[in-house]
């Protein structure tokens, strides 16, 4: 096999409970994941060292050194492995760069899936998600994808049965929002407010909603403990979320850690009329349109190119 492409999906947490900081620097979460169908390509080719190159959309904002976490992964494997193996690899952009969407995890799982088929290591699941904790907290849910709950940092992962489709609209903000300054700013908001987090737990009503495939319940459970923060370091943001929410949304949330708000809307006319009027209402630089849940990038692999559909 010469080259492996694998597609790998964007995430949006409809739940980010976050807790107190933990002594390792970390906090506990329940994260509560959603794979969506925008889309970044991974393409691995043999070579005889390990390099990155992006394309696509923001490609110029991507490292591509040692930085890249996609490089990270694959050198990962390779010493996993014990194997005198490298490769070329080749991203192609579509998701936002530093968007709170799990770009460059969903890279990095892209780069782990096509280097094990590349190299024909055939390494497990398993083995695949437990490499994936050790280059970041998102990136073992871009090789499960669906929606599931993420709890420690949010790399141990459990499936959420969800009874439908939901479909989406993510207004793209200028620039990004860094996740350390984001989770900084909500541990500093706390403080001043005699604030102490208990143990994050996972929403009852948020679970019955996804498990009943219900939109207008959905709508109304989703929330994320790092709003405030990413709203105070981009005020911006709020005029974003009242946008959506004033054209009909059922729900508007920051996704992750910013800057890119997430509208959950009613189907998929519903997304491209939300769509259009938060392009031409100036409140974001682009809005896209999306649906999940979709699969991660571990599905149907076997020996040739990967493409998750």
């Known amino acids: 096999m010469d080259s492996v492409t694998v597609r790998v999906p964007a995430k949006v947490n409809l739940q980010l409970a976050v807790g107190p900081l933990r002594d390792d620097g970390y906090h506990d979460l329940v994260n509560v994941f959603h794979a969506v169908s925008i889309h970044d390509h991974v393409t691995a080719v043999a070579a005889d060292s390990f390099s990155v190159r992006v394309v696509g959309e923001e ?4 490292p591509d050194g040692p930085d ?3 490089i990270r992964a694959a050198r990962a494997l390779a010493a996993r492995a014990d194997r005198p193996v490298a490769a070329r690899l080749t991203i192609r952009k579509s998701i936002p760069v530093a968007g709170g969407m799990a770009g460059g995890s969903a890279d990095a799982a892209g780069a782990l899936v096509a ?16 490499i994936a904790a050790d280059i970041g907290s998102d990136v073992p849910f871009a090789l499960f994808g669906g929606t599931a709950v993420g709890t420690g940092r949010g790399e141990l992962l459990t499936a959420v049965p969800t009874g439908g489709r939901f479909h989406w609209v993510f207004a793209l903000a200028e620039g990004g929002l860094s996740t350390p300054a984001v989770y900084a700013r909500c541990d500093r908001l706390r403080e001043a407010r005699g604030e102490r987090p208990a143990p994050p737990q996972e929403s009852k009503a948020l679970m019955a909603a996804l498990r009943d495939g219900d939109a207008d319940a959905l709508g109304a459970e989703l929330v994320n403990d790092l709003q405030e923060a990413a ?3 981009r005020p911006s943001l709020a005029a974003t979320l009242d946008a ?5 949304a059922l729900g508007a949330i920051v996704s992750g850690s910013g800057p890119s708000c997430a509208f959950l809307v ?19 630089r682009a809005a896209v349109t999306a649906y999940g849940p979709v699969q991660g990038a571990l599905a149907g692999s076997g020996g040739h190119p990967v493409g998750i559909t």
């Open 115 to 130: 280097c094990n088929d590349l190299w024909k290591l055939g390494l497990p699941r398993e083995d695949l998600l437990d």
């Open 231 to 233: 709203v105070a370091l």
């Open 244 to 248: 959506g929410r004033e054209r009909g």
């Open 59 to 62: 490609a110029d904002q991507v």
């Open 68 to 70: 890249n976490l996609a």
């Open 266 to 284: 009613a189907g998929e006319s519903k997304a491209d009329d939300l769509a259009r009027a938060l392009t031409g209402s100036a409140v974001c």
